[in-house]
């Protein structure tokens, strides 16, 4: 079992969910067409069995089948079967989280801010936690006073080893950092075709051609 999302990346908040994930040595994502079939016949039976844990939902129809779980009354766990896809997307920001404090500072920072207006939650329409994340890097990384360095993708794999960590120390206090994250999106940023990539790490839109395999294409929803 090996947790991830925002309690495992260093960019969780207090009364976090925990999401996490089961699989076993060896399997990729080819095996998560099983993960609604193991989950029923082998994961609820044993949740069942453990008076720690309360069944809140099954949610079976999702392109990740999750389990929504009560540990003690006290934690809310989403738990999933065979999603190894999340584990190096959780290596990677923990590295960033890692490199410097501004870094988690300011991630925390806009995910504060769009809980306390209102605007995040993917179910409710808007942007989730994880995109709000992913904005806060990639700002570092552009932004031409800053320039965090863009890690290589390569080394954060389902069974890798992350690299050393990379040491990088932010120019201005992590007021200033917000200040400017706003700026960015609100007056240069280009909604609708630019593309937010951590892994890119360069400003570019979606027709460029290091984006030819992007699934959404030139969205119309922004």
Not at 62 to 91: G, M
Not at 184 to 197: H, Y
Request: charged fraction near 20%.
């Amino acid at each position: 079992v090996q947790p991830f999302g925002g309690v495992a990346n260093g960019f969780g908040m207090q009364g976090s969910d925990l999401d996490a994930t089961c699989y076993c040595e060896g399997m990729d994502a080819s095996y998560a067409p099983m993960a609604t079939q193991e989950m029923r016949s082998r994961l609820l039976p044993l949740i069942y069995a453990n008076p720690r844990f309360k069944v809140v939902d099954q949610i079976w129809t999702a392109r990740v089948p999750i389990l929504k779980l009560r540990f003690d009354d006290a934690l809310d766990v989403d738990l999933s079967c065979h999603n190894t896809e999340a584990l190096p997307n959780t290596q990677l920001l923990r590295a960033y989280s890692e490199m410097a404090p501004a870094v988690q500072e300011l991630g925390l920072l806009v995910k504060l801010w769009a809980k306390g207006e209102g605007v995040c939650g993917a179910p409710q329409g808007y942007l989730s936690s994880y995109s709000l994340t992913l904005m806060a890097i990639y700002f570092l990384q552009v932004d031409p006073h800053v320039k965090m360095p863009c890690l290589s993708t390569r080394h954060f794999t389902e069974r890798g080893r992350p690299p050393q960590p990379v040491q990088w120390s932010s120019p201005m206090p992590s007021a200033v950092l917000l200040f400017r994250f706003f700026c960015f999106f609100a007056s240069q940023f280009q909604w609708g075709s630019e593309v937010v990539s951590v892994r890119h790490g360069q400003r570019a839109t979606v027709d460029d051609q290091v984006y030819d395999n992007l699934r959404a294409g030139l969205s119309q929803r922004l």
